[in-house]
T-cell receptor, first 113, second 116 residues
Framework: DAGVIQSPRHEVTEMGQEVTLRCKPISGHDYLFWYRQTMMRGLELLIYFNNNVPIDDSGMPEDRFSAKMPNASFSTLKIQPSEPRDSAVYFC???????????FGSGTRLTVV | AQSVSQHNHHVILSEAASLELGCNYS??????LFWYVQYPGQHLQLLLKYFSGDPLVKGIKGFEAEFIKSKFSFNLRKPSVQWSDTAEYFC??????????????FGQGTTLQVKP
């Protein structure tokens, strides 16, 4: 079991650029979650999918953020255009079924300058 | 809407001291409860979880938590902390149990600093 795999681990980009974060969930898990962690706001749920379908995207902060899950083994979180206030650690997590708890990926530390 | 409250934001203890971190949740129905730990620079890892049955749950690394339904609480305990327990601890709730709603609601986290 390779766990939840996120890439890249670190991303530094300039304001206005497009950023794409990637996640590969654990095989067989049917839930996938994207969280953002900052010192000020803690852990925020951005969006989650069940069987590749977005269930709740109420946490997505703005239209600049979008997420897709084209198949059961891959998801992306895109920010376009990026802003300095988007700087955070973005975690992906997967679960099957959800009430057994999540397995988190190692996160992507995003810095927008 | 469900919410999770962790009373202690920052706790400092000496090694061998006992630990108790508070967690209260707002949902009135049957819930699933979790504690996660995040070591510096790492991702969240599951410490322990409660679904049903014995309200005293034992997890990894000597941690335990007690579910008290009447108090809507799920406090984390450890009899004797070690320097390696320095981390951030998150309480989380999902419910109603068995509903498969998917979403875990996390508390704001408690930073534990253990002095050697």
């Amino acid at each position: 079991d390779a766990g939840v795999i996120q890439s890249p681990r670190h991303e530094v980009t300039e304001m206005g650029q497009e950023v794409t974060l990637r996640c590969k969930p654990i095989s067989g898990h049917d839930y996938l979650f994207w969280y953002r962690q900052t010192m000020m706001r803690g852990l925020e749920l951005l969006i989650y999918f069940n069987n590749n379908v977005p269930i709740d995207d109420s946490g997505m902060p703005e239209d600049r953020f979008s997420a897709k899950m084209p198949n059961a083994s891959f998801s992306t979180l895109k920010i376009q255009p990026s802003e300095p206030r988007d700087s955070a650690v973005y975690f992906c997590a997967s679960s099957f079924p959800s009430f057994y708890g999540y397995t988190f990926g190692s996160g992507t530390r995003l810095t927008v300058v | 809407a469900q919410s999770v409250s962790q009373h202690n934001h920052h706790v400092i203890l000496s090694e061998a001291a006992s630990l108790e971190l508070g967690c209260n949740y707002s949902y009135g129905g049957t819930v699933n409860l979790f504690w996660y730990v995040q070591y510096p620079g790492q991702h969240l890892q599951l410490l322990l979880k409660y679904f049903s049955g014995d309200p005293l749950v034992k997890g990894i690394k000597g941690f335990e938590a007690e579910f008290i339904k009447s108090k809507f609480s799920f406090n984390l305990r450890k009899p004797s902390v070690q320097w390696s327990d320095t981390a951030e601890y998150f309480c989380a709730v999902n419910g109603p149990a068995g509903s498969n709603t998917g979403k875990l609601i996390f508390g704001q986290g408690t930073t534990l600093q253990v002095k050697p």
